[in-house]
């Protein structure tokens, strides 16, 4: 009969042996000077801004130069209630189908509640807006990931949320809108009637279809006018220091199997699930190590981008960062992968891939919906069209190590499952076939 | 050792008399240093109040030069120059023949280890080849490696900021930024950015030689007048020496 005092034991112990205490922080381990948040010309202080909207802690976090930042008690919690740490598989399936010498392992982070990786920073951003004894934070989503990741963050700390959904995806994503509703969150279309520039905009056209952008812009006004706090979901380095749970436990993991990963692979959007899984591995033990980012050919920032200032919001709202960018007004073409549409990137990866530490390659749609669907045939798991890319990389990094017969040991980030895109997969099969 | 406290002035703010009251008086309340910013086409690091500070000097239409001639006459505490190298990196035997003839004898550069990390070295270089000395700016996101190494090119200190921008009061904890930065240089660390009252026998304490301070010196002329930034040298000299 299995012993239930026993059981309990062996997962108290494989969590502690697994889960990090501290997050780290790649500034002080950097090639060159991470260039600071800057203010634009002539215009009122948007640092400043930051200091009236986000938590102190989060501010204090976004400048520290500490390496490592202790994960306060209260968040580990949390970590563990939604499930850290996450597993970590090999890819077996895969492995057999490409008929490769190459191990492929990937952290899973679709186990998490809300199908990603965005809960490991909405967890400790909730935490402490709910330390300073607000009412409630504010945030804003496109496709509706990030929305729910805060909207479950707030209800574990019994704060209350405003999400700012935009007014397409509410209306034409009413499963995700559902969803953050479901975990006792309220959301309001954007523009809205709740805050000055949502009415100003709603009075010229009351059809306004709105963007993030503005979704930014009306939760930044919420935040300022309720004495609520704004949370962010991606591109900051404080964000990208919340991630790093991922890469930390994967290090710790692959340790207990007696295996180092020879490449990282991870996708990129803002830049905070790459960061999350490749960081510590980059500051901490890079030797040998390749690591690869990987984008969208429709979304070709890696290619195509420019390296300087930009505004990371498209309303230019908050401080300029430096980072490679496609320009705030940047409109992608309507790819499903919605968590890649974004003009930006994060101002430390950003640097990391000029400094060539970190090497960028792009995919489209097709090839990464064929690799989406070679992954759920083969290992069961459908990727978010996100983590697909990533999949795609190692699909093509495995079948080159069986040309040159190389026993490589790859590592990926599948930051996200896809049930939730599975309207997106469907009209994906109508237009590229079903193969 | 006396700590060192340097303070910051606007070229030319409010006014070129009320500039020369403030440099010909301010070494007597407690300055060793004084930092004079000439206006650059973007004050790109710099935060509102010293952004503030610069507009209204270029509206007055002065001629940095002259000025500049003014303040080597007048002033009563050794002069830093500061400003961007964006408005003079294509023409930097230019800028250094400048400011040899006007007798600066220091040049700080807050955008030097920031945009032109690459070409850092031989920009120092030209300089020290006039004769100017470069005092060089660190701030919290720079890697400890180029701390080290940036401070053996810079005199009379090393000056160390805690935020990204001047005079916003980011929640930072001095007293870990300032452990750090001493444990790797030799040379004389002045910390500047956004500093308290309160924050600086912390700062002191945690090794550091000095303050500086601009935000503050700016608001003072702001809200009042020139006398009142210089009670507030004086109120901050005290403290120092209190220490």
């Given amino acids: 009969m299995v012993n239930i005092q026993e059981v309990n034991k062996y997962l108290y112990k494989y969590r502690e042996e697994i889960l990090p205490k501290y997050w780290y922080n790649i500034i002080p381990d950097l090639p060159k000077p991470l260039p600071p948040p800057m203010d634009p010309k002539d215009t009122n202080s948007r640092i400043e801004l930051l200091q009236r909207i986000l938590p102190k802690e989060v501010i204090k976090q976004q400048f520290t130069i500490d390496r490592f930042v202790k994960i306060p008690e209260e968040i580990l919690e949390k970590y563990v209630v939604v499930g850290r740490p996450t597993p970590l598989f090999r890819a077996i399936g895969l492995e057999k189908f490409l008929d490769t010498p190459a191990r492929i392992y990937f952290k899973y982070e679709g186990a998490l509640p809300t199908g990603s990786h965005k809960v490991n920073t909405a967890i400790a951003q909730v935490y402490y807006a709910y330390s300073e004894n607000v009412e409630g934070v504010t945030t804003e989503t496109g496709a509706g990931q990030w929305g729910s990741a805060v909207a479950l963050a707030s209800s574990l700390y019994r704060l209350k949320s405003i999400v700012f959904m935009v007014k397409t995806s509410y209306d034409h994503k009413p499963a995700r809108r559902s969803l953050i509703e479901f975990y006792g969150a309220e959301v309001v279309p954007s523009p809205s009637k709740i805050t000055r520039f949502g009415r100003s905009l709603l009075e010229n056209n009351p059809d306004h279809p709105g963007s993030l952008g503005i979704a930014i812009s009306e939760a930044i006004e919420y935040a300022l006018e309720h004495g609520y706090r704004y949370v962010m979901g991606s591109v900051i380095d404080v964000v990208l220091l919340h991630q790093t749970i991922i890469g930390l436990e994967a290090m710790r993991q692959m340790e207990l199997i007696g295996e180092e990963p020879d490449i990282i692979v991870a996708c990129v959007g803002g830049g905070s699930n790459f960061a999350g899984l490749a960081y510590p591995f980059i500051g901490l033990r890079n030797k040998g190590k390749r690591f690869i980012a990987v984008g969208s050919a429709e979304v070709p920032k890696f290619s195509k981008g420019e390296y300087r200032y930009d505004y990371p919001d498209t309303a230019g709202l908050l401080p300029l960062l430096k980072m490679i960018t496609l320009g705030k007004d940047f409109v992608p073409p309507p790819i499903y992968s919605g968590g890649l549409r974004y003009h930006g990137l994060a101002p430390s990866l950003s640097l990391l891939i000029r400094e060539r530490v970190v090497e960028a390659i792009e995919y489209r749609e097709v090839e990464v919906y064929k690799a989406a669907r070679i992954f759920a045939e083969t290992q069961g798991i459908v990727p978010a069209p996100e983590s697909a890319h990533a999949v795609k990389a190692v699909i093509d990094i495995a079948l080159e190590a069986r040309k040159r017969n190389e026993k490589i040991t790859i590592l990926f980030n599948l930051s996200g499952h896809g049930l939730l895109d599975i309207d997106n997969y469907k009209s994906m099969m109508i237009r590229y076939g079903r193969f | ?243």
């Fill in chain 2, 1 to 243: 050792m006396e700590k060192l406290l340097v303070v910051y002035i606007t070229l030319g703010y409010p006014s070129i008399e009320k500039f020369t009251q403030f440099i010909s008086q301010v070494g007597d309340c407690g300055a060793s240093y004084i930092e004079v910013g000439i206006p650059p086409s973007f004050a790109k690091y710099d935060g509102p109040a010293i952004r503030r500070s610069y507009e209204y000097v270029k509206s007055l239409g002065i001629n940095a030069e002259n000025v500049l001639k003014i303040v080597a006459k007048n002033s009563s505490a050794p002069v830093i120059a500061l400003t961007y190298l964006d408005d003079y990196v294509n023409n930097l035997d230019e800028f250094a023949e400048k400011m040899l003839s006007t007798g600066i004898e220091y040049v700080l550069l807050p955008d030097l280890l920031i945009d032109y990390v690459d070409m850092y070295r031989d920009i120092v270089n030209t300089l020290h080849k006039y004769g100017i000395k470069t005092t060089m700016f660190v701030s919290s996101s720079t890697p400890d490696k180029l701390i080290a190494e940036a401070s053996k090119h810079s005199k009379p200190f090393l000056y160390f900021g805690l935020r990204p921008a001047t005079g916003i009061p980011l929640p930072v904890d001095p007293v870990i930024l300032v452990t750090r930065a001493r444990k790797l240089v030799q040379n004389k660390l002045v910390v500047g950015f956004g500093l308290s009252i309160k924050d600086i026998e912390k700062v002191v304490k945690a090794g550091a030689d000095g303050i500086a301070v601009g935000t503050a010196i700016i608001e003072a002329i702001e809200k009042s007048d020139v006398e009142k930034a210089l009670e507030l040298v004086k109120e901050l000299r005290g403290v120092l020496d209190d220490l």
